[in-house]
Structure formats: C-alpha cells, structure tokens
C-alpha cells in the first residue's frame, strides 16, 4: 500500500511545501504552515467529461448546450437576477459572506421558494434541525419537500444524498464539514478543497443543484484565498454592515452569465426582503441642509443606483492627517483629495478626512468621483451642496472631468427619483439629442469639463 504523502499547506493561501516554513513565501503570513495528508485526486475538479467521450475532440455546433440555457428560477428575482436568471441545474454555487451577515436565511428563503416537487436537502453543520425549523417558522417556510440533515461527516452526508437523491443541496456551512479522508481539521484549506471537490463532482455526476455557504475570513476571503473559486461554477458574496439593515448580493464569478448585476435586500424581522425601490433606501438626507453630502449615480450592472457620500472634514492635530475610507477605494479617494489639493487649491494637509458611503453599499466606479470631491470641497469649506443635485463623472488627474457610460440612464434615475439638477461630464452632454435633452425636462442638465468649474 502507498505511504500517505503530507505536505505543509498554508492555511492563508494554500501554498504547499515538503518542508515546514516560519513564514509563507506565497502570501507572506507567519506561522501558517500546518501539515496536512494529502489525498491524491486522479480526477482533478473540473475534467466533467464521460469515459465515452474522453480524448475526442468535438465541433462547437454539436456540442448541445441545453442544460445551460433551462434555468430553474430561486422563487426570489433579486437572486435570480444575480445568477443571470436562475440556477443552471447542477452547477455549483458558492455564496460567501462574513458570519451573521443573512446567509443562511437567505439560503432558507430559496429553499422555501423553489419550485414545487423539486427534493431539497439541507445539510447544515452549525444548527441543529430544530433551530432550523424555528428560523423557517419565523420566516413562513413550508415547503414539503425540503429536508434537514444536520450532520458534519462527509461519509454520513454523501450516505443521505445517496439515499435522498435531492434535486437541489446546500451545504452550511464548507468550514463545518469534514472529510473522513483527511486528518486535518475541519476549515482547513486541505478540507475545503477536499470536500468541494467532492461537491462538485457528486453536482456533475448526480445532476444535483448544489449551494454551498462559506464565511469569509478575517482577511475578506473564502477560506483562505481563492482555493474554492476556481472550482465553482459561480461565486456569489452577501455584504453589508452587520448594523444596518441593507445586504447586497454580487456575482464575483459567473460561468453562466454576468457578474455585474445585484441584488438588494433588506434585512426584517421576517427575514430578507427584496428592495423594490433603492433610492428611497438609501438616500437619507436628502431633504436636510447639511454639509458634506453629495449624491452620486452609480450603475451596478444595468441598474443606476442612486446613493450618498458622506464626507467629514476635521481639523487635524497630527503632522501627517488622517484618511479614513469606509465603502470605497482608499487609494481613489487618495487620489482625489491630491486632486483637490492641487486644482481646488483646499489645504487637505491641515484636515483629518472621513468618507463613507450611505447604507453599507461599496461604490467603486470612477463615476463618483466628482460626488466625493463634491462631498470632500462641501465638507472643509462647511457649506452644505445644493439640495436636489445629483454629480456624475470621473475625474482624472489633471482635474478633468471625464465621461461615464450610460448616461442616459442616470439622467433618468435621477428624473425617477425627483431630483432637480445633476452635473455631468460636458463629453456626455455634447453627446446627447435634442430629443433626450427634451425628455430629461425635469432636471437641469449641467455640463462640466474641469472641476474647476463645479466650485
Ligand atoms: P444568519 O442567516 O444566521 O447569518 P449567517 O448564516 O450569514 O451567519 O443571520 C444572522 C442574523 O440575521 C441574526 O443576527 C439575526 C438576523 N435575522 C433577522 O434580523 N431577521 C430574521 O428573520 C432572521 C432569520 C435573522
Ligand atoms: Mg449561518
């Protein structure tokens, strides 16, 4: 019999090595090496082709692509729209979070919505069967073909999907479950990619929809770097702030379709509910003269999304300010305040600077740019900006202000929504007819070229 082989893998990024080492030349953290059994895979996660075919090369026009096209709806269209219009049947989808964010009442709301006659098994490593049923009560679930395992052993769950065949499997959470297979401890790098593989073999071969919850590290990642996103299909993350009641759903990978699109939901004491009309959610002060807000338009896939930059400006008593970020790019907002510095000729040296974006939402298009110098020239100069204006465009480093795509569709959130005004870059202007200038009556249009000219 062949010796088992180990090896020492970082639990961080999951680089491996014959010998221990104090710190992990692939991602530089210390004292993360553990060993670990290593379990050869003859049939490495992703070669999903039958014996029959193997080695035969086929022409693009006959390969049948149905299965991929016949999308079985969640029940929940926020999510759907996420997915690009369903589940494809038997792929693997993998949806991250940080703990406590909703992802396993996201979860049970899919299950309770899906369509009817379809076996659901729920396989959860961290509640017991009776606490679920208390969550789906509370959440009004009743779907009589949904089944609860609470079970940690792979050996045990891949027994009870035999036995069950499910159409549809979720998997609560991958750092609870074990395989048999390997020594190391469940949550270990080896482990997750052990039984994902397993997953995602058992999804090709059985045809079974599977979903699998991951919480996200300290670090912000799925158990370590990047050893599950390559074997899914689809990397689904649920963000928000634990305080506020606002959860977006994004597409991070999609082999199925777009991964611009999300999903907003806010969080009730009847679970998640989807948010119909964004804008009202997340625009709070829009009706209070205060200094330091701007609101943007920013597109999160075919959707504009109105939201608010907050900006606070505090006279700093230390040599080198003070920047802090919350829901944007710090080193787009470093560059903007040089920007400022430098074109708007504000004294940013002297002044601590806070940003935040309203609702918990993360905006990292360069089209609100100009809605964050906006915010940060309001916020030192302690005048509050115009009431019922909406700043569109991205401001390069010469102060420039540059077009943004789909404009026409922000004009016409900003007309949705009762807005009154709304800046954007003259190159978007000078695009635009006679007709769309007409149809967008309600709110003056008002073209800039160089930040310059906003102040
Ligand atoms: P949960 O789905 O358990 O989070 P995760 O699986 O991502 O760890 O949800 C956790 C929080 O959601 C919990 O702190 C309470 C809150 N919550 C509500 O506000 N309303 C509800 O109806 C439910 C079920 C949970
Ligand atoms: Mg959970």
Same mark, same amino acid.
């Given at each position: 019999m062949a010796k088992n082989k180990t090896a020492y893998v970082c639990q961080n990024c999951g680089y491996s090595s014959s010998k221990w080492m104090g710190?992990?030349?692939?991602?530089?953290?210390?004292?993360s090496m553990t060993e670990e059994f290593i379990v050869e895979d003859?049939?490495?996660?992703?070669?999903?082709?039958?014996s029959a075919d193997r080695g035969n090369a086929v022409k693009l026009s006959d390969i049948d692509s149905k299965q991929f096209t016949a999308r079985i709806s969640t029940g929940i269209p926020e999510v759907d729209r996420v997915l690009g219009g369903g589940y494809v049947p038997s792929s693997l989808v993998l949806l991250g979070g940080?703990? &406590?964010?909703?992802k396993s009442t996201l979860v049970l709301q899919i299950c309770g919505k899906l369509p009817a006659g379809k076996r659901v098994l729920y396989v959860s490593g961290e509640e017991s069967a009776p606490q679920i049923r208390m969550r789906a009560q509370r959440l009004g679930i009743?779907?009589?073909d949904l089944l609860l395992l609470s079970e940690n052993s792979m050996t045990v769950i891949l027994a009870c999907i035999e036995r069950e065949k499910p159409d549809f499997l979720i998997i609560d959470s991958i750092q609870t479950v074990y395989s048999?297979?390997?020594?190391?401890?469940? &949550?270990?790098v080896g482990q997750v990619r052990e039984v994902t593989g397993l997953l995602l073999k058992l999804a090709k071969a059985a045809g079974i929809t599977t979903m699998i919850i991951g919480h996200v590290t300290?670090? &912000?990642?799925?158990a370590g770097p990047r050893v599950l996103e390559h074997m899914v299909d689809t990397v689904l993350y649920f963000e928000g702030e634990?305080?506020?009641?606002f959860r977006v759903l994004r597409g991070v990978k999609n082999r199925f379709g777009s991964t611009n699109e999300i999903g907003l939901f806010e969080m009730t004491g009847e679970g998640l509910s989807p948010v119909e009309n964004p804008a009202d959610a997340m625009?709070?002060?829009?009706?209070s003269n205060i200094s330091g807000a701007a609101v943007v338009c920013g597109m999160e896939g075919t959707r504009p999304l109105l939201t608010e930059i907050q900006a606070l400006a505090s006279k700093s008593p230390y040599n080198l300010p003070k920047r802090t970020v919350n829901g944007t790019d710090m080193s787009r907002v470093g560059m903007l305040l040089a920007v400022a510095e430098k074109m708007?000729?504000?004294?940013?040296?002297e002044w601590d600077v806070y940003i935040n974006v309203a609702g918990g939402i993360r905006l990292t298009e360069p089209a609100c740019d100009l809605g964050m110098l906006a915010a940060v020239y309001s916020a030192v100069k302690d005048v509050p900006l115009e009431r019922g204006a909406v700043y569109c465009g991205e401001v390069g480093l010469t102060g420039e202000v540059r077009a943004v795509s789909r404009m026409d569709m922000r004009i016409m959130e900003a007309v949705r929504t009762g807005f009154t005004a709304i800046y954007l870059p003259a190159a978007n202007y000078n695009k635009l007819t006679d007709k769309q200038k007409r149809e967008f009556g309600s709110v003056e249009l008002r073209p800039v070229a160089n930040v310059k000219e906003l102040f």
């Open positions: 710190k992990c030349p692939g991602c530089g953290e210390w004292n003859k049939h490495p996660a992703g070669a999903i082709v039958s940080d703990p &406590g964010i909703g009743n779907n009589p048999d297979d390997m020594s190391s401890s469940p &949550g270990s300290k670090e &912000g990642n799925l634990r305080n506020l009641p625009l709070t002060h829009r009706d708007l000729h504000l004294p940013l040296w």
